[in-house]
Each structure stands twice: as structure tokens, then as C-alpha cells.
């Protein structure tokens, strides 16, 4: 028995010393994609662990919205709840949260295209899109129209700056987006 738990051992600093040499190269060398790497890096490497091109360019969606004749300022509520994470990183839901309102706005603006908004409200992206603003960023608030601005924010590494690149500013009312049958 004695003989089991020491071989049992020195398995598992064995497995551990090579999680930990794979985990180091996978997120300090530089990315190799092929199916070891994506398998361990989305079931074996804790996270997130961002890369480069991901801090470089970031997408946001700016929220308004008018209420008794009066508009709200424009939030950035993805962020708001990222923030929310990284404050109290036990909180995992509030990142969920923020990737699943920038993974609908992405989904609809690609969708938009040149279209005009009579033509679009009908498509199921921009209606998931609309009840996630009314139902979770409203939250109950009577809303006469609402304001959305979808912006990538792009770092510069040499000019040490930041440009921001507006890639929709909608106004709509939300009673007129129809829901698709």
C-alpha cells in the first residue's frame, strides 16, 4: 500500500509538472493553432488569459435611452460588467454577461449592413438584441427610444493612442421592431 501511494505521487507531480511547462508555453510563446493547443487551451488553462490582438482592438456598444422626455448618458454597459468581474472575480456571471451582449451586437451589425432599419427590424439578431436592452439594461424603465453607438476602440502600440471608430449610431423606437415569425 505503501509502494501505491508513492508511485500515486510521483504521477501526479509528473502530470503537473508537464500541465504547468505546457500551460506556461501556451501563454507566454508565441500561438500555435492546431488541435492540441485549442483543446487545452479552452479545457485545461484557466482564463481568460488575453492575447495581443484582443487588447489591440475592442468592440463597444454605448446604450442611451430616452425617458420622459429626458435621455439617459451613454453607457457602456459590457464594460460595466466586466468591471464588475474583475473587481470580484467570483462574480463569473457578469463576464458571461458582458460576452453575450458584445457576441449579439456583433451578430447584429453584421447582419444591418447597409440596410435601413425598416428592413432589419424584423431579423431574429437585432430583435435578441432589442429584448436584451429592454429586459436586462432597462430593466422596466418606460422607454420611448433608445440610442446605440457601436464603436471598435483601437490601440496603437507606436503612438501610444488610442483611435475609436464608430461603426453604427442607431436611434430607434423600440415599439417598432417587429418581432420575426
Same mark, same amino acid.
Given at each position: 500500500m505503501?509502494?501505491?501511494k508513492?508511485?500515486?505521487?510521483?504521477?501526479a507531480?509528473?502530470?503537473l509538472a508537464v500541465h504547468?511547462?505546457?500551460? *506556461?508555453?501556451l #501563454?507566454?510563446?508565441?500561438?500555435?493553432r492546431?488541435?492540441?493547443?485549442?483543446?487545452? =487551451? @479552452?479545457y485545461? &488553462?484557466?482564463?481568460?488569459?488575453?492575447?495581443?490582438?484582443?487588447?489591440?482592438?475592442s468592440?463597444h456598444?454605448?446604450?442611451?435611452?430616452?425617458?420622459?422626455?429626458?435621455?439617459?448618458?451613454?453607457?457602456?454597459?459590457g464594460?460595466?460588467?466586466?468591471?464588475?468581474?474583475?473587481k470580484?472575480?467570483?462574480?463569473?456571471a457578469?463576464?458571461?454577461?458582458?460576452?453575450y451582449l458584445?457576441?449579439?451586437?456583433?451578430?447584429?451589425?453584421?447582419?444591418? *449592413?447597409?440596410? #435601413?432599419?425598416?428592413?432589419?427590424?424584423?431579423?431574429?439578431?437585432?430583435?435578441?438584441l =432589442? @429584448?436584451?436592452? &429592454?429586459?436586462?439594461v432597462m430593466?422596466g424603465?418606460s422607454?420611448?427610444?433608445?440610442?446605440?453607438?457601436?464603436?471598435f476602440?483601437?490601440?496603437?502600440?507606436?503612438?501610444?493612442?488610442?483611435?475609436?471608430?464608430?461603426?453604427?449610431?442607431?436611434?430607434y423606437n423600440?415599439?417598432?421592431v417587429?418581432t420575426?415569425?
Open positions: 505503501d509502494q501505491l508513492k508511485r500515486l505521487t510521483l504521477a507531480i509528473v502530470l504547468l511547462s505546457i500551460a *506556461g508555453c #501563454t507566454i510563446g508565441t500561438p500555435t492546431n488541435t492540441f493547443t485549442l483543446f487545452y =487551451n @479552452r485545461l &488553462l484557466p482564463g481568460p488569459f488575453f492575447n495581443e490582438q484582443h487588447i489591440q482592438i468592440p456598444l454605448l446604450i442611451a435611452y430616452k425617458s420622459n422626455n429626458a435621455w439617459s448618458s451613454l453607457t457602456d454597459y464594460a460595466e460588467k466586466f468591471s464588475t468581474y474583475v470580484s472575480p467570483w462574480r463569473y457578469a463576464l458571461k454577461e458582458s460576452d458584445r457576441n449579439i451586437m456583433r451578430r447584429s451589425y453584421n447582419n444591418i *449592413g447597409d440596410r #435601413t432599419f425598416q428592413e432589419y427590424r424584423h431579423d431574429a439578431e437585432f430583435n435578441e =432589442n @429584448r436584451y436592452v &429592454l429586459g436586462e430593466q424603465i422607454v420611448d427610444s433608445i440610442h446605440l453607438v457601436y464603436v476602440k483601437k490601440y496603437d502600440g507606436t503612438m501610444k493612442q488610442v483611435h475609436v471608430d464608430t461603426m453604427l449610431n442607431l436611434y423600440p415599439l417598432q417587429v420575426p415569425e
